[in-house]
């Protein structure tokens, strides 16, 4: 099974500061990694995701991850956040083989201050 | 356009009151699933479908029924709801196809059992 842990359930961050939002994962077997984006009162977007290939992932609205899988991390980053980045940010993940559903994380808060 | 579309958007309803609420995709996928998305638990998978006529379930399946007639129509039934089913439900679709493997989501439907 797999299982997802966002180490910060609230992140409040100045307008124009940099960044990161924390995720690592836990499965003993290859899976695929995803970050979805929710703004107030929306469904979800994907940001990005991590299928194969190059470690560091670039998505939507400036956002970039980088997958770690020695330390089985995918942590999300943007080096500079606007008002409008403030949503719940998910961490999810699926596994490669049979796979049959999104295990998400529990979602982090991401506020921006002017 | 593609998309994943849900209805009701809104629903208030009374303990034991059965209820349906649809989900319908127009991309030709064949995987559908739904979850609920409560505070500090992320989003849980309900049900899931592989295909027409074959469903199954997922980590919160208590209480909940679903049927696949057709490719495109993935219903969520509540045969007698209860207070602890008040949340925010997303219907979801995907294609897995190698690097193409990516969900989509529908707009959310916030359900308040009373």
């Known amino acids: 099974a797999q299982s997802v842990t966002q180490l910060d359930s609230q992140v409040p961050v100045f307008e124009e500061a940099p960044v990161e939002l924390r995720c690592n994962y836990s499965s003993s077997v290859s899976v695929y990694l995803f970050w979805y984006v929710q703004y107030p009162n929306q469904g979800l977007q994907l940001l990005l995701k991590?299928?194969?290939?190059?470690?560091l992932v670039k998505g939507i609205n400036g956002f970039e991850a980088e997958f770690n899988k020695s330390q089985t991390s995918f942590h999300l980053r943007k080096p500079s956040v606007h008002i409008s980045d403030t949503a719940e940010y998910f961490c999810a993940v699926t596994r490669i083989q049979g796979a049959q559903k999104l295990v998400f994380g529990q979602g982090t808060r991401l506020t921006i201050n002017p | 356009e593609a998309q994943v579309t849900q209805n009701p958007r809104y629903l208030i309803t009374v303990t034991g009151k059965k209820l349906t609420v649809t989900c319908s995709q127009n991309m030709n996928h064949e995987y559908m699933s739904w979850y609920r998305q409560d505070p500090g638990l992320g989003l849980r998978q309900i049900y899931y479908s592989m295909n027409v006529e074959v469903t199954d379930k997922g980590d919160v399946p208590e209480g909940y029924k679903v049927s696949r007639k057709e490719k495109r129509n993935f219903p969520l039934i509540l045969e007698s709801p209860s207070p602890n089913q008040t949340s925010l439900y997303f219907c979801?679709?995907?294609?897995?196809?190698?690097?193409?493997?990516?969900?989509?989501f529908g707009p959310g439907t916030r359900l308040l059992v009373l």
């Open positions: 979801a679709s995907r294609v897995l196809a190698g690097n193409q493997e990516t969900q989509y």
């Open positions: 991590y299928l194969s290939g190059s470690t």
